[in-house]
């Protein structure tokens, strides 16, 4: 019989093996048990034929695909692609595909797009700082195997990777103090954000253990643009530095201040967090907390691995912020 090289099918290589296709499906797949010399027959075969297995037929046959979900609120954020680019570069070296979904900011569709998802890969990475722990339970058998990332879930069976969000704030507050600031303004995240949760905390400590400082909330988001449609009412609250929700704020923050006639920081200090590559390349160059997130993806594959391996996958792990000092800050006037 004369065949295509590389154009075999299944039941070319069943017909010249003289077996039936279940029985090279089997075979190729690795889950044959029967007469050694039948399944050398079939290999045989294929080898004889260039038979080339169909990726979509294995992962059907298999019930797996190879690939896991990510799941984020906004990949325009830096920040969410650098854990992107951890987890996605760990994950090739294992034979696995990452494919993403972005919620546009919108918890109310977290839960479904999870699911969705879900179902087509092997298992789903999961950064939604944003739904609800409600619906998070409600749907975290069907997502197994699960990994959670800028939360802490301790009533679900899920590796969970975190960030020290309060100990971050709690860093940058106190320097602008030791600075003699004492008249700070906060622009806050989105409200249902399990991060902004915890900056939140560490600010209300801070200014529990420090009475003589001054610490306004200002509603913001998590854009460039929140940053700067803030920027008036940062002006005229009188603070002499504004802690922003993240670097995207405190960029848009600055341009907007810079367009009121204000200067970073001769006129107002200006802190963000994460430590996104923009950062350090803004004018004025950004102090911001900084956040290993690469590393965080990383992490991420190697407690997914184990998931998917049946394997103990460790501890969960919260990440310390590192205080980066640059440009954007400086003593009140």
């Known amino acids: 019989?004369?065949?295509?090289?590389?154009?075999?099918?299944?039941?070319?290589?069943?017909?010249?093996?003289?077996?039936?296709?279940?029985?090279?499906?089997?075979?190729?797949?690795?889950?044959?048990?029967?007469?050694?010399?039948?399944?050398?027959?079939?290999?045989?075969?294929?080898?004889?034929?260039?038979?080339?297995?169909?990726?979509?037929?294995?992962?059907?046959?298999?019930?797996?695909?190879?690939?896991?979900?990510?799941?984020?609120?906004?990949?325009?954020?830096?920040?969410?692609?650098?854990?992107?680019?951890?987890?996605s570069k760990t994950a090739a070296g294992d034979g696995y595909r990452v494919l993403v979904a972005d919620s546009g900011e919108s918890p109310a569709d977290e839960a479904a797009l999870s699911t969705e998802i879900r179902r087509r890969t092997d298992a789903i990475v999961l950064c939604a700082p944003r739904m609800p722990e409600d619906d998070l339970r409600a749907i975290a058998s069907q997502l197994q195997p699960l990994v959670l990332i800028n939360r802490v879930a301790t009533q679900i069976a899920a590796p969970s990777l975190s960030i020290d969000y309060r100990t971050g704030i709690y860093a940058l507050a106190r320097h602008l103090h030791d600075l003699g600031h004492r008249h700070l303004v906060y622009l806050y995240g989105p409200e249902r954000s399990a991060s902004n949760a915890y900056r939140e905390s560490g600010l209300r400590d801070f200014a529990e253990e420090h009475p003589d400082v001054r610490v306004d909330r200002v509603p913001a988001g998590a854009g460039s643009d929140d940053g700067r449609a803030a920027a008036p009412t940062v002006r005229d609250s009188g603070a002499t530095a504004a802690l922003a929700f993240n670097d995207l704020v405190a960029i848009g923050l600055i341009g907007g201040l810079r367009e009121l006639g204000l200067r970073v920081p001769e006129d107002v200090s200006v802190t963000g967090f994460d430590d996104i590559p923009l950062a350090q390349y803004v004018a004025p160059a950004l102090t911001t907390a900084s956040v290993p997130h690469a590393e965080l993806g990383v992490v991420a594959w190697q407690r997914m691995r184990a998931l998917i391996r049946g394997e103990e996958p460790g501890h969960n792990v919260v990440f310390q912020p590192r205080l980066e000092l640059r440009d954007s800050v400086a003593p009140p006037a």
């Open 1 to 87: 019989m004369a065949t295509n090289r590389g154009s075999a099918t299944i039941t070319d290589v069943a017909r010249h093996a003289g077996v039936s296709p279940a029985t090279v499906s089997r075979v190729m797949n690795g889950r044959f048990a029967g007469d050694p010399e039948i399944a050398e027959r079939v290999r045989v075969a294929a080898l004889e034929l260039s038979y080339v297995p169909s990726p979509l037929a294995r992962s059907l046959a298999l019930g797996q695909t190879n690939a896991i979900a990510f799941v984020v609120p906004d990949l325009a954020n830096p920040a969410f692609q650098s854990v992107l680019a951890g987890l």
